[in-house]
């Protein structure tokens, strides 16, 4: 079949469009280069058999979804679940494995450590193709059951939105910043990325930041934008995104 790419600008989303033509959609829940966020849905008007696929990587473990809205949830732990890469995890419908089935019965040529098929039945044996790194599970086991602990992904869900809201409010009222994604709607809550004025040098300001122990708040380097990027994700403190703002604003003031 053909492949259909729906493009957006940088900062913005694309909508997906149903057809009846289409037998798979796949997107991503949260862009990480931008800070985009697209729901996790079913379109009206797609064929009955489509599948959805949603690639959850920045998203998983710190936004609440509807796990019946999508047919595979896929995702790597080095984000909100504090641990490494190396590891992808999913969440399948029957719907999904049986396709995975037909498809590993077809005679398309699959490298063994990139079937869907040997993965499901390796996972119902609680056993995985390649032995992972342990210290990636135990992390990821201890983050599950923190979150689980603090009252689960809506718990979650509203740590990073409250989180991600200080940025956004601070940014709104800087006078020298704005929110990358302009639509309030399309914002993400776990990752946050703000625009600066030209009169801003950015580099400098994550130069000094870097200087006194502040990291991490570069933008994506493939966007050549003045902008900071800063991960909200649940793991994240609040009182620390607040002081990371307060730190902005002297730096930018010793700067001027």
């Given at each position: 079949g053909e492949l259909t790419v729906q493009k957006g600008e940088p900062g913005?989303?694309?909508?997906?469009?149903?057809t009846s033509l289409t037998n798979t959609y796949v997107y991503p829940q949260n862009e990480t280069s931008t800070g985009v966020v697209t729901p996790v849905e079913r379109l009206a008007g797609a064929d009955s058999e489509a599948l959805f696929l949603t690639d959850a990587t920045s998203a998983a473990g710190g936004m609440d979804f509807d796990a019946?809205?999508?047919?595979?949830?896929?995702?790597?732990?080095?984000?909100?679940?504090?641990?490494?890469?190396?590891?992808?995890?999913?969440?399948?419908?029957?719907?999904?494995?049986?396709r995975a089935e037909k498809i590993a019965n077809s005679d398309r040529y699959i490298p063994e450590f990139l079937s869907l098929k040997t993965a499901i039945t390796q996972s119902r044996l609680n056993q995985t193709l390649n032995t992972p790194a342990l210290a990636t599970l135990f992390l990821l086991n201890e983050q599950v059951k923190w979150i689980n602990a603090s009252g689960g992904l809506k718990w979650a869900d509203a740590k990073t939105r409250s989180s991600s809201k200080v940025l956004y409010d601070w940014a709104e009222a800087s006078g020298?910043?704005?929110?990358?994604?302009?639509?309030?709607?399309?914002?993400?809550q776990v990752v946050v990325t703000l625009e600066f004025d030209s009169g801003v040098d950015?580099?400098?300001l994550i130069r000094v930041l870097r200087a006194n122990g502040i990291v991490d708040v570069d933008p994506y380097r493939g966007m050549g934008k003045n902008q900071l990027r800063i991960a909200t994700f649940v793991g994240t403190d609040q009182a620390d995104v607040e002081s990371l703002t307060a730190c902005i604003d002297f730096v930018l003031e010793e700067l001027a």
């Open positions: 913005s989303r694309s909508e997906l469009v149903a019946s809205k999508t047919d595979v949830y896929y995702f790597s732990p080095q984000k909100n679940f504090g641990a490494d890469g190396g590891i992808w995890l999913a969440l399948l419908s029957p719907r999904a494995a049986e020298v910043s704005s929110p990358f994604v302009s639509n309030p709607d399309h914002r993400s950015t580099v400098e």
